[in-house]
């Protein structure tokens, strides 16, 4: 096999391809889809005449998706380890990501152009265009994310631009160099808690987000001597990036459009929170007797392998890979049998989040269970802390709490 250098590791020419195939190759195209909701609304708006559609958005989410995750149910197959590196070097699945990014821009435009110019619509209508908009660009957040992990400046550069319009662009910093870092543990404001309901972890989160990326942002810039008021700020230059966007949008479609951008920009980023909340709740880390917490490892992230989900947000359920490998690409990430599964996709588990009562009915035993009945050793809500305890202080124990042995995973590339 003939050998390059790429950022310091071996470049597998594409040459040498494999006989392997990836039977999902063009499936991922699936993602670009997202896009399009706005204008399947449109269509089956004209088509049937019901408004309804407008809502095409969360319809698609909610209710579609998890009819197709049962109808195709799950992929746990793993590419070949000796086709890895190869399948990293694909450019393929680059551009299907680029790919989401002049289609999110085009429907932006269109959406906007729906709320402010086009007759008949009713104050539900343009509400229904507002969400289905928030529901895509919370689904771009997705995109910022695989873009945002990898060590091209291009890549790093489209994810912000994926998250202008929903004002997120902090996330870039934060996820990265925050929860990548302290990921289930109680210093992890994107780490949900066992008890904790998302409509507390929501506020939290949002909150918590905001105040480290601007943290870390302002220790690197003073490490480099310079000031967080500076063009070297990247959460400065994210969010100007939000606020270029929205003058032009203004500039175009009128101040009347301030409000629908506004729900879309929440709707949005509380999306991508609630993605937050399903993949780590209740799940930490222990600490070591250094008083460091143990290195990640495959059981501090919830999965699951149902294709219609992993299709459209581009493998995000295989987290635990996600989590030991940040920068390895989507179209190659990992299904780990020591992983703690969920009951079916995210986007099945997003709706019960939205419901405390069944959320807990469904998610607090199956986090008892991953530590064998030990409760003290989940990450607990402190306002929930003594009610759990007392309730499960005479659980059965099983003696091989799962998250106390740390799995060796494949070091993070450097």
């Keep these: 096999m003939r050998e390059g250098s790429l950022s310091g590791q071996a470049k597998i020419l594409m040459t040498d391809r494999p006989e392997w195939h990836d039977g999902k190759r063009y499936l991922w195209l699936l993602g670009t889809v997202v896009p399009m909701f706005l204008f399947a609304g449109w269509g ?49 699945y680059r551009w299907v990501t680029y790919a989401f990014l002049p289609l999110q821009y085009v429907a932006i435009l269109v959406g906007c152009w729906l709320i402010t110019t086009h007759g008949g619509l009713g104050i539900i209508d343009r509400l229904g265009i507002a969400v289905t908009l928030g529901a895509m660009n919370g689904v771009a957040i997705n995109t910022a994310h695989e873009l945002g992990h990898k060590k091209e400046h291009l890549e790093r550069w489209f994810a912000r631009v994926a998250l202008a319009p929903t004002g997120y662009g902090h996330f870039f910093i934060e996820h990265n160099r925050g929860h990548h870092v302290r990921v289930a543990t109680p210093d992890d404001p994107a780490s949900s808690r066992l008890g904790e309901t998302f409509w507390r972890f929501l506020p939290r989160t949002v909150t918590g987000s905001v105040r480290n990326s601007w943290r870390l942002e302002r220790t690197r810039l003073r490490r480099m001597g310079r000031q967080p008021f500076s063009p070297h700020n990247d959460v400065l230059n994210a969010w100007a990036m939000t ?3 929205w003058a032009a949008l203004l500039t175009l479609f009128g101040v009347g459009i301030v409000p629908y951008l506004l729900i879309q920009a929440i709707f949005g980023f509380a999306l991508l929170e609630a993605v937050n909340y399903v993949e780590h709740y209740g799940l930490m880390r222990q600490q070591l007797p250094n008083g460091r917490w143990e290195r990640v490892n495959p059981r501090h992230s919830w999965n699951n392998n149902n294709l219609t989900t992993n299709l459209f947000l581009y493998h995000l359920q295989r987290h635990s890979d996600h989590h030991a490998n940040p920068t390895r690409r989507y179209q190659a990430l990992r299904h780990f049998e020591e992983s703690p599964q969920l009951p079916s996709g995210y986007a099945t588990m997003i709706l019960i989040a939205y419901l405390p009562p069944l959320w807990r009915r469904v998610m607090d035993h ?7 009945g030990d409760v003290t050793l989940a990450n607990i809500h402190p306002a929930a802390r003594d009610g759990l305890l007392a309730r499960y202080e005479n659980a059965p124990r099983s003696g091989n709490a799962q998250s106390s042995a740390v799995v060796p995973v494949e070091a993070p590339p450097r």
């Excluded at 909610?62 to 197709?68: A, H, R």
């Excluded at 199956?366 to 064998?372: E, F, P, T």
């Design 243 to 245: 606020i270029v966007l």
């Design 44 to 92: 089956m708006v004209n088509l049937t005449g019901l408004g309804l559609f407008w809502w095409m958005g969360p319809l698609w989410l909610y209710v579609l998706i998890p009819l197709l995750d049962v109808v195709f149910g799950p992929d746990p197959t793993n590419p070949p380890d000796g086709v890895v590196a190869w399948l990293e070097q694909d450019r393929y």
């Design 366 to 372: 199956r986090v008892l269970a991953h530590y064998g």
